[in-house]
Nanobody, 115 residues
Framework: QVQLVESGGGLVQPGGSLKLSCAATVNLFIFDHMGWYRQAPGKQREMVATFTIGGNTNYADTVKGRFTISRDSGQGMMYLQMDSLQPEDTAVYYC?????????WGQGTQVTVSS
């Protein structure tokens, strides 16, 4: 019943911006953890930005100052605003949420940064 769907990925030039969205089929209040992860070819999946109940946020050092995670519980949406994108940001971005001792993942959305 719990499903996550990412959207907003695409092709963007270096220095450009994208805003990713994650839509959940359940009320976001049930999640004790939500965040964004990414995986580039040949690399391990890594944490990008997380948001937890209690107001704590965490960012990977590589995206600090460029990415912003946010959430609209009333809309059942989580977002990742990505600014000053670089080729190194190219990856499949995944929405993740934790509920009832289970981590749920979306199918991912491709972000390609290239001139």
């Amino acid at each position: 019943q719990v499903q996550l769907v990412e959207s907003g990925g695409g092709l963007v030039q270096p220095g450009g911006s994208l805003k990713l969205s994650c839509a959940a089929t359940v009320n976001l209040f049930i999640f004790d953890h939500m965040g964004w992860y990414r995986q580039a070819p040949g690399k391990q999946r890594e944490m990008v930005a997380t948001f937890t109940i209690g107001g704590n946020t965490n960012y990977a050092d590589t995206v600090k100052g460029r990415f912003t995670i946010s959430r609209d519980s009333g809309q059942g949406m989580m977002y990742l605003q990505m600014d000053s994108l670089q080729p190194e940001d190219t990856a499949v971005y995944y929405c993740n949420a934790h509920y009832m001792e289970t981590y749920y993942w979306g199918q991912g959305t491709q972000v390609t940064v290239s001139s």
